[in-house]
């Protein structure tokens, strides 16, 4: 059994090895991007156990800025808030890992998807002008709970399923990893 990591293929979970170029990704931003996605979505979480309706919103506002972020990282609001506030002031420093963003982006951007169906699963009745209890909301808290767990693993143990993901469907030609 080889211990070398194949071309493409992680060498620890959340990090890649033998790519063209070397490039790296500084994994300070990477945490410190986790750690606003659970942040937001436990307070969205405990603010709707205690009744309140307005912390429910923050969870198509995390959505838009996962997804915003995917497509164009200069507007990844935790990200940026690393890079022109926590890293300038030496608050947090630098972890440049070799590595490649895509795996990252893409699972940010599965994130801010299954946020986006919890957001409909949690509004959708009130968009079409029913107001009654919604039953969906619990399956919509259920999976905004799940991409904080998940974004928790990778800040807590390194192991992003998304970038696991992402190499899977590469390696079976389906995106182009």
Same mark, same amino acid.
């Given at each position: 059994m080889s211990t070398t990591p194949s071309q493409g293929s992680p060498r620890n979970p959340g990090e890649a090895s033998g790519f063209v170029g070397n490039p790296t990704v500084d994994h300070s931003a990477?945490?410190?991007?986790?750690?606003?996605?659970?942040?937001? $979505?436990?307070?969205? #979480?405990?603010?709707?156990? #205690?009744?309140?309706?307005?912390?429910l919103l923050l969870l198509p506002i995390l959505a838009i800025v996962l997804l915003v972020g995917t497509f164009n990282p200069q507007l990844a609001l935790f990200k940026q808030f690393y890079f022109r506030v926590l890293k300038p002031r030496g608050i947090m420093k630098p972890r440049p890992i070799q590595d490649r963003p895509e795996p990252?982006?893409?699972?940010?951007?599965?994130?801010?998807?299954? !946020?986006?169906?919890?957001?409909?699963?949690?509004?959708?009745? @009130?968009?079409?002008?029913? #107001?009654?209890?919604?039953?969906?909301? $619990?399956?919509?808290?259920?999976?905004? !709970?799940?991409?904080? $767990?998940?974004? @928790?693993?990778? !800040?807590? #143990?390194?192991?992003? !399923?998304?970038?696991?993901?992402?190499?899977?469907?590469?390696?079976?030609?389906?995106?182009?990893?």
């Amino acid at each position: 059994m080889s211990t070398t990591p194949s071309q493409g293929s992680p060498r620890n979970p959340g990090e890649a090895s033998g790519f063209v170029g070397n490039p790296t990704v500084d994994h300070s931003a990477l945490k410190v991007n986790q750690t606003g996605i659970v942040a937001t $979505v436990l307070v969205a #979480f405990i603010g709707s156990a #205690f009744g309140l309706g307005w912390p429910l919103l923050l969870l198509p506002i995390l959505a838009i800025v996962l997804l915003v972020g995917t497509f164009n990282p200069q507007l990844a609001l935790f990200k940026q808030f690393y890079f022109r506030v926590l890293k300038p002031r030496g608050i947090m420093k630098p972890r440049p890992i070799q590595d490649r963003p895509e795996p990252h982006n893409f699972a940010q951007g599965m994130g801010g998807v299954v !946020l986006t169906i919890t957001s409909l699963l949690i509004y959708g009745p @009130f968009l079409v002008g029913d #107001f009654r209890p919604n039953p969906l909301e $619990v399956a919509g808290l259920a999976l905004a !709970l799940l991409v904080a $767990v998940l974004a @928790f693993v990778n !800040l807590a #143990f390194g192991y992003c !399923l998304g970038c696991q993901i992402y190499y899977q469907l590469g390696k079976r030609g389906l995106i182009r990893a």
